[in-house]
Structures are given as C-alpha cells and as structure tokens.
C-alpha cells in the first residue's frame, strides 16, 4: 500500500488577491501523518486554523470559501488541486489574509514550488476513499451534472458550455495525475467582460486584470462602458476593435477554459479529505455542485469510518487454507479464516465464508441461525494473529495470545451465507513483542463487527 506524503521543506509565494486587491504573502508547510490540509491565518488574533473540508466551504461565488467560527478564506481552489494533484496528503498552510493570491489565475505556480520545495513519504498508509458505485449529482435549472464513477485510479472529464459567440463547448481530460503540472496546471480562470460590472457591485474581483484572468470580450459594448470598467477595475484601457480574448498573453491551450475548470473540479474534490479513486465526468462544472459532490462524499466517510476492502472471489488468495493452518494452531471446528487476499506490513484482509453446516449454528440458535458475536472477535483475533506472525522469520515457531480487547461494537447481525470481509490494521509498529490493532468486520459494504486488540508474540515451546 502507499504511504501518505508531504512536503519536504516549506516553501511561500507572494501576490494580490483577486476579490480583496490586497497584498498576499501565503507559506505551505510539511505536516504529520493524518494531519489532513489545514489553513491558518496568521493575520488573525490567536491565529485561527480552519479545516480544509467540504463541509466547511461557506461561499461558491467566483470561487470556493471555507469559513469556520467567522473566520473564512476564499479562493483556495488552485492551490488545493495542486496539492492533491502531487499527492501530498499532509500541509498546513499560513496566509496573512482572507483569501490566497491569485497568482496568474492559475495553479502554475504553486506547481513549480511544490516541485522545488520536494516530496517525503510519510508512516501512515494512504488512506483512499473507492469509488464502487455511481454517485451522481445534478442541477436541472442549470443543467450542470457531477458523475463519480468506479475505476482503478483518478480521472477527470469537463464538458463546458456558455451561449457565447467566442466560448461555446469545450472539454479537457486528465488520465492521470501525473500530466496535471504540463497538462493543466498553466490554464488561467476566465471571465465574461459583461459580467464584470455585476462582480464589482458584488464586491469581488477588486484585484482582477489582465494578467491574472482570461478576459472574455464576446457581446459588443460602448467605448464609454469599456472604458468606465477599466477605471473600475483600475486597469490600462485597451482599445478593443473585435470580439474574441483581450488578455495580455495568448492562450496557453486552445481549451484553457476548460482546462482550468478542471483545476476546479479537482480543488474542489480535494476537500473530501481523502484521495479518490474513481472517475469524475464533469458537465457544466461549477464550485457549487462540485461542492455538493464534495459533501455527498464527506457525508458517506463519515458515516463509514472504514471502506469495506475490495473482494473479488476469483482472485487468487495471498494466503490459502493450507498456509494458513502452517502458521496458525487452530483447527476444525475453530479455524474462523478461509483465506487471505491482501497482506502488507501494517494490514491485512481474510475472508471467511459462513455457511448453514457451521457447528455453532446447531445451539445457536436452531429456529434463528445467528453468528455468536464471540467468534466474530475470534474470526478478527486470528486474522490478526496472521497479520502478525507475518513479521516474524520462522513464524511457524511463535504464537499470538491477546492480552486484550477494547471498544467491541457489533452493529449487524451474521448469518448463514454471508461472507466476512476481515480487516485487521496495527495501530503502532510492533515493538517487543506486543502490537495493538483495529479490527473491522464487514458483510458486503456493511460494517457488522469492530474491535481494538493488544496482543504478544511468544515462541513455542
């Protein structure tokens, strides 16, 4: 399994910021294993910290806003695709305003920093939220859809559609993560020339230019109001004769709108807290439905502490029955682990098929066939027991004997024909002997059993 990542050295930018025009100094940080994105403002008396999280997002207006006990930053969206596109899981990050720098408009330049500033691999395991069915949203008003589909690594596909004579219908597609600092990173946002008046009354885009923003020109207007809005935005006027991009530079990619609505599709989604593997087809995308995908996602973690593992029954198993009864004593009718499918230094995964021929079933209970939740512990203790002897050489000359079980919750009852997905995970290296783990049990997506165990490797005798 991969493990979490962070920065390896700090690193900080300097720029206005698109809505408020004020001078932004802003610093990124490598944080601990399972410290999640975080934002601080320095600014601010006792420097507040505010999660990066969908649920905390306040405002989608030209931009995503998090907000906590009255404290709010805007425009963070660029910086967050670029994080998680480089798969750091762990930053804090410290900003001496209400929102970040604009920048050029783009994530282009957080991209090259994180590059500088290095990446280090972490302790804890990556921990991934699995796509394993469709997830969907929709607004029919504006006709924009968010579909989350399963697949075996991040993709995103942006459809964009404006009734403009100069941007109509574009897409862009990223396959994979890897292309996102050639591919994506450069495209700028983008805005309607007819729509700046309604921002600048809204009070927003007070630090928008030329240079930070693809200025579309695409419904013919008065000298005098083009002019009115270059001293509103206190810009150069600049003489516009045809419609089309009025930008100081050219487009980076013909399709840099659609391009950097990706960038906002992933900054959004980053705030689930968790790395995703699915696919992302966008259509329409804007920050309030990929918030709402976001908090749909944030919802379903919280609701599911752990996803159930991934089991295909024709797999080949890690571990078959016969390897498992070389390292383990137990024997029919207590051998509770058919078999091992996923098997790394700090987890593993069994499986054990229940099926209505199980001895206890006969007592227990004849009319109502129900799993004694004790064998459920002890399905967890010997799946853990593998987990274990699997760090040991010559694991066929030691035992594990639990010294302890904690915080047992049995939330569903098992029977005959269900099948236990066993995840056992350490939750700190072993040391001397002793280790201590998480145990959950599912049937299926559903959580039935959890545990936490201590437990002593001994030799045998």
């Not at 410290?94 to 972490?122: N, T």
């Not at 995308?285 to 599911?304: C, E, S, T, V, Y």
């Not at 109502?368 to 050489?393: C, K, R, W, Y």
Request: charged share 25%; net charge negative.
């Amino acid at each position: 399994m991969l493990k979490q990542k962070t920065l390896a050295a700090s690193f900080s930018l300097q720029g206005k910021g698109l809505h408020t025009g004020l001078s932004i100094h802003i610093t990124f940080h490598p944080a601990p294993d399972n410290h999640g994105y975080k934002i601080k403002r320095v600014d601010l008396e006792d420097q507040p910290v505010i999660e990066a999280w969908a649920e905390n997002v306040a405002c989608t207006q030209r931009g995503t806003v998090i907000s906590k006990n009255g404290v709010q930053v805007s425009t963070i969206e660029h910086a967050m695709a670029a994080l998680y596109a480089f798969e750091i899981d762990n930053c804090l990050i410290e900003v001496d305003a209400p929102e970040f720098p604009i920048l050029d408009g783009s994530s282009r330049f957080f991209v090259e920093e994180i590059q500088k500033a290095g990446i280090v691999e972490q302790e804890a395991t990556k921990d991934y939220y699995i796509v394993k069915q469709k997830i969907e949203v929709r607004d029919e008003e504006t006709g924009s859809s968010l579909i989350l589909l399963p697949d075996d690594k991040f993709s995103v596909h942006v459809l964009i559609s404006f009734d403009s004579p100069v941007l109509s219908n574009q897409h862009a597609t990223l396959n994979d993560l890897s292309g996102f600092a050639d591919e994506v990173s450069a495209s700028r946002t983008f805005v309607f020339v007819r729509e700046i008046e309604a921002l600048l009354n809204n009070n927003l885009i007070k630090g928008g230019d030329l240079d930070n923003a693809i200025v579309i020109y695409d419904q013919e207007m008065p000298r005098e109001s083009l002019e009115k809005l270059a001293q509103e935005v206190n810009i150069p006027y600049k003489d516009i004769r045809s419609l089309g991009y009025i930008n100081n530079k050219p487009l980076v990619f013909d399709n840099e709108p659609a391009r950097h609505k990706l960038i906002d599709v992933i900054g959004d989604i980053a705030l689930i807290g968790k790395p995703i593997r699915g696919r992302i087809i966008a259509t329409r995308p804007g920050h309030k439905i990929n918030n709402q995908l976001a908090r749909m996602i944030r919802k379903d973690i919280k609701l599911n502490e752990v996803q159930a593992p991934v089991y295909d029954p024709s797999a080949a198993p890690v571990m078959d029955v016969y390897r498992i009864k070389e390292l383990l004593p137990h024997r029919y009718p207590f051998l509770l682990v058919d078999k091992i499918i996923e098997l790394n230094g700090n987890y593993i995964v069994g499986i054990k098929n229940i099926t209505v021929n199980e001895p206890f079933f006969q007592g227990h209970f004849p009319q109502e066939p129900v799993m004694p939740g004790v064998l459920l512990v002890e399905a967890m203790a010997q799946t853990g027991g593998l987990l274990v002897l699997n760090s040991v050489d010559e694991p066929e000359r030691y035992s594990t004997y639990f010294m302890k079980i904690d915080n047992v919750k049995f939330r569903q009852k098992v029977v005959p024909g269900d099948t236990l997905i066993l995840r056992l995970e350490l939750l700190s290296p072993i040391r001397r002997g002793i280790s201590t783990m998480k145990g959950h049990v599912f049937v299926g997506e559903r959580l039935v059993t959890e545990a936490e165990f201590m437990a002593q490797i001994i030799k045998n005798k």
